[in-house]
């Protein structure tokens, strides 16, 4: 056995799979239905409206599992970003420009050159520092949304964002909407995804199992850390400014603790870490979260048994679940993503 071949074998338990081309075929096939969804709903527009609500949780769902997922940092404050690019998308397009391409790169950069300044304090912290701290940096933008009233709109909100344009063209159809947000998904994946066959994605995962052999084998896990952080707020921003040129206004709610609470969700639900997993586990709360709230006012409580039945029965989520029938119709031993 020579020195390649044992580094292929000390390489294999990150997570590689046996063989990922069945999955990549599915999620193909998944991602081609659900671009015709709005062929399927013509006479639903409710209907399409929610799917678009979900593919932006779906995306903000995504940047909280490259976070938490790949690094082992559980943040229980994300909203604080999500919210940070609803507000930003919505001041721009009321006080400067309502044209995409113009605030959807201009609040990525400003959530960038922020969550690095405010990243390089919090990842030095780990496990429930680092979780408190991020649940406290949630609660202070939403604070700051009543101190600048005057601004945000305070309790009731930012209201009034214009109907924004896309090179100049101003996006009415709902339709059109579905398509432009489930394309920043598509993508959003397909980067992150990416992102997991790189050497900072591997290097990721060996922080997250085990930063101290990770440090000691010369991983900088500080700054790589710090990069986490910064890309999973950047895409969380994203999201926000999404949510807020669709929606045309935004409430503090998004904000609060109680919203940050929903993202976590979506990611455990899914599958924390599995990156596609938390994509349908977004999805399937918000159809949920809209369906069975129209029929009690006790939804909370319902979903509050959910999330303890899922972490205690299937901690993978619902990806782990699919995961592991596949592997056993296969006989296939490894991870599915």
Known sequence: MNSTTVVKQQARPLGRPTSRRPLIVALVVIAALGATLPLWTAEEPFLLMLASHAVIAAVVALSLDLLTGNTGLLSFGHAAWYGFGAYAAGLISKLLTPEMLIILPFVVLMATVIALSIGAILIRQIGKTFAILTLALSQIFYAMVFVFSSSTGGEDGLQGIPLVTLAGQQIVSSDAWFWLLYTVLVLSLAGVLYLRTTPLGRAWLAIRENT???????????????????????????????????????????????????????????????????VFGAAIFTFAEHYISSFTDAWLIY???????????????????????????????????
């Not at 850390?225 to 503090?252: D, E, M, Q, R, W």
């Not at 205690?312 to 031993?333: D, E, H, N, Q, W």
């Open 212 to 278: 101290e052999r990770a440090r000691f084998i010369g991983i900088d896990t500080g700054l790589l850390k710090l990069i986490a952080y910064t890309v999973s707020a950047a895409i969380a921003s994203l999201a926000g400014a999404l949510f807020v040129l669709f929606n045309g206004a935004v409430s503090p709610d998004i904000l609060h603790w109680f919203e940050s609470g929903k993202i976590l969700m979506y990611v455990v639900l899914g599958g924390m870490g599995t990156i596609i997993g938390p």
């Open 303 to 337: 979903f509050g048994g959910l999330f303890v039945i899922i972490v205690i029965v299937a901690p993978g989520g619902i990806f782990g679940i699919f995961g592991s029938l596949y592997r056993k119709v296969t006989g296939k031993t490894g991870d599915a993503a």
